[in-house]
């Protein structure tokens, strides 16, 4: 079984440019039967004092689940020249609940997690499942050419569970990108009994022309049918069950 879900990170929304790009995505997707999964990060809107509040909500309304995007910046210094990472314990469970009650106060306490820049570690886990979620996304699947060793990020072939005292976790990897998929992430399904791919893309990669054709062929290649919410592929896995543990 086979399940592909279709992510976008979105950290832009607040920008007029970025929202209009994907609410069109998300209005022809939604009349297509195709739903996608939204991994929102809410802060930037909060720097900017923007509201994205209606517009997670609109994006709610066509179908798609509304999951959650955190960075671990230090303070508000987030834009590209001055943003420092704060990966002390601290700064990570006060960015996580944050961005959880953002997205809460709106109307949807997200389930579903993936982190900014890949980070993830076991108080990243352990606030995760604190927080009630059920699954996340963080770590990576392998690529084909082996990167560099970087501590801050896993790399996961198959679906794992985390648990510990006080409940667990679902951790589904994330496949690769949209333009990886078209390379190789495509194939990664090959000789797989139970297998997912999660393919992403940034909300504000819709500002181009390369990401629009990449978009519009990826959905028109895979087509409806294989196409599922995270939530969706996070249930169908916890009814298999068996799934094994993090070391």
């Not at 994205?52 to 994006?59: P, Q, S």
């Not at 352990?126 to 392998?142: H, I, K, M, T, W």
């Amino acid at each position: 079984m086979i399940f592909t879900t279709l992510a976008f990170h979105a950290e832009k929304l607040h920008q007029p440019r970025v929202w209009q790009k994907v609410w069109e995505a998300g209005r022809w997707m939604a009349g297509h039967g195709i739903r996608a999964t939204f991994f929102v990060y809410p802060f930037p809107a909060t720097v900017y004092g923007e509201s994205i509040t209606e517009r997670v909500r609109a994006l709610a309304s066509l179908g798609h689940e509304i999951a959650q995007h955190t960075h671990f910046y230090a303070g508000c210094n987030i834009d590209k020249t001055n943003k420092v990472d704060d990966l002390s314990t601290e700064n990570i469970v006060h960015c996580l609940r944050r961005d959880f009650e953002a997205l809460t106060a709106m109307g949807y306490p997200p389930r579903g997690f993936t982190a900014g820049s890949w980070f993830v570690s076991d108080p990243v886990l352990e606030e995760l499942v604190d927080l009630g979620f059920v699954y996340d996304c963080s770590a990576q699947f392998p690529k084909p050419k082996p990167l560099a060793r970087d501590p801050r990020t896993q790399w996961l072939r198959v679906p794992q569970t985390y648990r510990n005292e006080r409940g667990q976790l679902l951790r589904l990897p994330t496949t690769c990108s949209l333009g990886e998929w078209f390379k190789w992430g495509r194939r990664t399904g090959r000789n797989n009994a139970h297998f997912h791919q999660i393919v992403y893309l940034h909300d504000f990669d819709l500002l181009t022309l390369r990401g629009h054709l990449m978009l519009y062929c990826f959905l028109r290649i895979i087509r409806r049918e294989a196409l599922e919410p995270t939530s969706n592929a996070a249930e169908q896995y916890f009814r298999l069950g068996g799934l094994p543990l993090c070391p």
